[in-house]
């Protein structure tokens, strides 16, 4: 693909302008990595009153004040680098609050980082949240055009995936019915069912992805890993070390917002698990070290 | 949950999004050109947006989106008997009072409605701006959006009961696209500036709907500017919404164009209007999900 402008300084994807051929890329030769995170930090801050107030704004402006220092600061990811290539099957690992599930929503662009740079090179298809944009007083067919339109497709693209929806989601009986009038399972497997519907070229998935009985979420796993070989990327965010240790070649290991490791998944997985079983609630020894404030740059 | 607004003076510079190397002028230009491409590829999810709550509107009703037709006709009726029957009042150049009500309401409620509407727009999209990425300038887009075809059908009930009242077509009526366009793009400028200043102080939200319904009885709609005295009538040119709706007074009920000066007037506040709202949405943009 012949880039004109160099994008790298655009934290957001740069194929998605360039129509909604997902499949004319794919023949391509790749051009550099797919995913860079350069330096990348994302902080949260938390104010006492949720709402920042007019008031205080004014008074802020008027009285050349220092900002009041908020209650809390909270670094939920820090100083990441990452270069994810073509073809790169990647699990993330960490304790609950490490930025797993922040690094995800930053590659979808749903938050921009605070300092450095995210490139995205390709379509995006997060599996982070399932039902996103829907809307209940809608058909669950005119959700699933709707939720199409937002990954990106056509309502013609969309019509031509619809029966391969309802094939799978078995809620081809109801796809008239109000979203309202389904019942929570049945919701998630709409969601699901169009969520992967499309062949992005990377894919994000989020843990618990288990929905539905039994048999649901047999063929949902099945068609996660379909849909994880068509794919040109993938991130999977997990607490199942075993499945990742299945699905993925590279392990990313994340502790405290901070990158701790990167490299072959059974490495990365046996640091953690070592670490974990240890002091499952005492930081790792490389956290402990950086607990003193420390340069960037851990691992990897 | 926030990103710190501003960083500090000595951090600025590496601060995301990129410094601005390039003269600022080429940013907006490269913003521009972005925000054109993602709107043409979630154009589909616009047109959903809005053709699906027009239809979720009048779900289930028994007259279906005949509403949308018979309401404005309805409103009109009652507008006209209250403003020619309860508290006529006479028009400079003749015309008919009531046309003149209604060719005002037209425009206003578009606005009036849009910048409601507005204002909360990217806060009741919260769930789906932290799940999932659509460019936010669609939210206050969708909005001013859904108001034009009320508005637009509005018109159409206008036109129906132009004829029983001995109103005729005119060529003058030919101007109506480009009233129209400027008044869309005042409203969507002033819309975007809502929506920015409410996602970011929530006060605003309060403000809008008190602000609004004292701008509408600034605004000659419901009384002609030659109620006041010739020395007077000065002060509405003070009034940004003035021209636009002077606009279709002019072409709906007097029958002729608009003075030049008028279009001009509302051309520029149009493009000011739309510059600034740009400008503030874009600016904040990327804050907005925090803020949420």
Not at chain 1, 186 to 200: E, Q, S
Not at chain 2, 204 to 221: E, K, R
Request: proline residues 6%; hydrophobic residues 50%; charged residues 20%.
């Amino acid at each position: 693909m012949p880039r004109s402008r160099p994008m790298k300084t655009r934290w957001f994807s740069d194929s998605e302008g360039r129509g909604r051929g997902l499949r004319r890329d794919r023949a391509e030769a790749p051009a550099g990595p797919l995913v860079e995170l350069r330096d990348v930090s994302l902080k949260f801050v938390n104010y006492s009153d949720k709402a920042f107030t007019l008031k205080r704004a004014v008074l802020e402006l008027l009285l050349r004040r220092e900002r009041e220092v908020p209650n809390s600061e909270f670094w939920a990811l820090r100083d990441v680098n990452i270069r994810i290539e073509r073809g790169e099957r990647i699990g993330v690992v960490g304790s609950n609050g490490a930025g797993k599930s922040t690094l995800l929503r930053l590659l979808a662009r749903i938050y921009p980082p605070t300092h450095g740079t995210v490139a995205v090179r390709g379509s995006v298809a997060p599996l982070i949240e399932m039902g996103a944009g829907f809307n209940f007083e809608l058909s669950g067919l005119d959700n699933i055009l709707l939720n199409g339109a937002m990954l990106g497709f056509t309502r013609k693209q969309m019509l031509e995936k619809v029966d391969a929806i309802h094939e799978f989601t078995g809620l081809r009986e109801f796809a008239d019915l109000p979203l309202k009038y389904y019942s929570s399972g049945m919701y998630a497997r709409l969601a699901f069912g169009v969520a992967t519907a499309i062949d992005p070229e990377i894919l994000l998935v989020d843990e618990s992805l288990s929905v539905g009985d039994a048999n649901f979420r047999a063929k949902a796993t099945e068609r996660i890993r379909g849909l994880m070989q068509r794919s040109h990327a993938v991130v999977l965010v997990s607490h199942e070390l075993s499945s990742l240790r299945d699905l993925c070649d590279r392990g990313l290991w994340m502790h405290k917002g901070r990158l701790l490791a990167d490299g072959p998944i059974d490495e990365v997985l046996d640091a953690y698990r070592e670490a974990t079983a240890a002091a499952p609630a005492a930081p790792p020894p490389d956290a402990a070290a950086e607990a003193i404030p420390a340069p960037a740059g851990a691992i990897g | 949950m926030d990103v710190r607004n501003q960083p500090a003076a000595d951090e600025a510079v590496e601060t995301f999004p990129a410094p601005p190397r390039a003269r600022p002028s080429q940013v907006w230009g490269r913003r521009l050109a972005e925000d054109r491409e993602e709107l043409t590829r979630f154009w589909p999810v616009v047109h959903n947006m809005v053709s699906q709550e027009l239809r979720v509107r009048y779900q289930r009703s028994f007259m279906g989106f005949l509403w949308t037709l018979v309401n404005p006709l309805l409103m009109m009726f009652t507008l006209s008997m209250v403003f020619s029957q309860l508290l006529p009042m006479k028009l400079g150049d003749g015309g008919n009072y009531t046309l003149y009500i209604l060719a005002g309401m037209i425009p206003w409620a578009f606005m009036a409605g849009s910048i409601t509407e507005s204002s909360t727009c990217i806060i009741q999209a919260e769930g789906l701006i932290r799940k999932i990425y659509v460019p936010k300038l669609v939210f206050p887009l969708v909005r001013v959006l859904i108001n034009m075809v009320t508005s637009m059908l509005s018109l159409v009930a206008l036109f129906l009961v132009l004829v029983p009242m001995g109103a005729r077509p005119s060529m003058a009526m030919l101007f109506l696209p480009v009233a129209i366009g400027l008044t869309f793009a005042f409203t969507l400028g002033l819309s975007l500036i809502v929506a920015t200043a409410n996602t970011f102080f929530r006060d605003c939200g309060h403000l809008v709907g008190v602000f609004i319904q004292a701008w509408y009885f600034a605004t000659p709609i419901v009384y002609p500017v030659s109620q006041f005295a010739e020395d007077l009538q000065w002060r509405f040119w003070l009034n940004p919404a003035f021209y636009f709706v002077e606009m279709f007074h002019d072409v709906l009920n007097s029958g002729r164009m608009p003075q030049l000066s008028i279009v001009v007037i509302a051309a520029a506040l149009a493009a000011v209007s739309l510059g600034i709202g740009y400008a503030a949405f874009k600016a904040n943009e990327d804050k907005m999900v925090f803020r949420l």
